[in-house]
């Protein structure tokens, strides 16, 4: 309830019409610390994450980081209830450099994900793509903010990091970065939609996507602009980047459609961009264990779509499809008899969608198609 050092941060929440104040509370220790992003779950309970430089930061006993890691900074991750009068849990995360988390997202099953930079040597878990000894995390923490889920850097090394300007992670698992102040060997894919970067545009931005868990390098691209003023990079639901960027006298290519095409600013103007990256993690079959195994047959040429439902039990099973916004269409009980069960499904439009299966012991199943 009071400011603990020279910076707090301040996590509140209003009600919809911004005219009453629900709660508000006070996050940091002695030092200076500073909130900078946060996602409220399904229960309403807050994950907020940022910088702290205090030595008496609040962590909650049994979480990942409880003290403070001895460099300049450490990033948080601090969780309150929906009344914002309990920290259910918060954590340390850093190095003997400094770190700042700038960015936390969530999950469709609730586990926060958070972006930020460091000067140290983060923690990269097996499995993931990296970048060795670059300067910046994507991190995955279970919700109880205990263990690492997986942990990963990427960048062009421990001299220079990224500046985060949006996050996302979307109903697929893919993981979304944007910022600025890249170098010219920053990773990037086949599919980049500029490969190199032009000398003019010297630290310019700079596009990144992941697949499910970090696994692979998805996407990379530079792209034009000199810098982006905080707050106007956003992504949406569906994977698309909304940008403004700050372009200087070389100007920026521009489709012949445009508001403003080819135009040269004289010094500085706002180059506005939007992305669509068309992320495509291909059609899986579902298969979690040997006796579980489901596959998603697309609309052909207007025949039904279908779903095929293999299970070596007899059992009840609740089959569930979302959107690429994470909105369910469909829900239907399925009776599995042990052989192939074919369950007719509504039109499905090429797109992502997230397939759920829940058994009658409540294990749910999760995989992620494109048709």
Not at 46 to 57: A, E, N
Not at 64 to 85: E, K, L, M, P, Q
Not at 178 to 189: C, D, L, M, R
Request: glycine share 12%; charged share 10%; net charge negative.
């Amino acid at each position: 309830t009071t400011l603990g050092g020279t910076w707090d941060g301040v996590v509140f929440r209003l009600d919809a019409t911004c005219s009453t104040l629900g709660w508000s509370t006070f996050i940091g220790g002695s030092g200076a610390d500073g909130a900078y992003s946060l996602r409220v779950n399904a229960s309403g309970e807050v994950f907020c994450t940022g910088v702290t430089c205090s030595s008496d930061f609040p962590a909650t006993i049994g979480t990942y980081g409880v003290t403070n890691s001895g460099g300049t900074s450490d990033g948080f991750v601090a969780r309150f209830d929906n009344t914002g009068s309990t920290l259910v849990a918060a954590t340390y995360f850093g190095t003997v450099g400094s770190e700042i988390c700038y960015f936390i997202d969530l999950d469709t099953s609730g586990n926060p994900y958070v972006f930020g930079s460091t000067t140290g040597s983060m923690p990269v878990t097996p499995g993931v793509y990296s970048n060795a000894g670059a300067g910046n995390f994507i991190t995955k923490f279970d919700p109880a903010l205990v263990s690492l889920q997986f942990s990963t850097v990427f960048g062009a090394g421990p001299a220079s990091y990224l500046e985060p300007e949006a996050f996302m992670v979307d109903a697929f698992g893919n993981i979304y970065c944007s910022g600025f102040n890249s170098q010219a060997t920053y990773p990037v894919s086949a599919n980049a939609l500029y490969p190199t970067q032009a000398s003019a545009w010297g630290g310019s931005c700079y596009f990144l996507v992941l697949s499910t868990n970090a696994t692979q390098l998805t996407f990379g691209s530079f792209y034009s602009g000199w810098h982006v003023d905080g707050g106007t990079s956003r992504f949406s639901p569906s994977g698309e980047l909304y940008q403004g960027i700050c372009i200087g006298s070389g100007g920026a290519p521009t489709p012949a459609w445009a508001y403003k095409n080819n135009v040269n600013a004289p010094s500085w103007d706002i180059y506005v961009v939007k992305i669509s990256f068309e992320m495509s993690v291909g059609m899986e079959q579902l298969a979690d264990e040997s006796d579980l195994t489901v596959q998603v047959i697309p609309n052909p040429a207007g025949a039904e779509s279908h779903a095929d439902i293999c299970s070596s039990n007899s059992e009840l099973m609740q089959l569930r499809i979302y959107n690429s916004l994470g909105q369910l269409i469909w829900n239907e009980s399925v009776e599995s008899s042990g052989s192939n069960t074919r369950v007719p499904l509504p039109h499905l439009e090429a797109g992502q969608y997230v397939i759920e299966v829940v058994q009658d012991d409540n294990v749910s199943r999760n995989r992620f198609i494109t048709l």
